[in-house]
């Protein structure tokens, strides 16, 4: 059984009414979930673009793409 959030600790209600989980909360939890949170304590804002689905950033987000020669048009 999971044990219940703890309000102004494990999470706050921002302006809009939205919850907005903490750092705690995210240390608590032991892993990043990769949605691009707010208080992310694994530096995941600062390695990955959001936009890009899960199945493909290690593919985008890598220094150097293969191109074959074939696909190429010239």
């Not at 892993?31 to 990955?48: A, R, T």
Request: proline share 8%.
């Amino acid at each position: 059984m999971t044990k219940p959030l703890i309000p102004n600790i494990d999470y706050y209600l921002n302006t809009d009414g939205n919850v907005v989980f903490t750092e705690a909360y995210h240390l608590k939890r032991g892993y990043c979930c990769q949605s691009d949170c707010l208080h992310c304590p694994y530096g995941f804002k600062d390695k990955v673009d959001p936009s890009i689905p899960p199945e493909f950033r290690d593919v985008w987000e890598s220094d150097t793409y293969e191109i074959d020669d074939e696909d190429q048009d010239e």
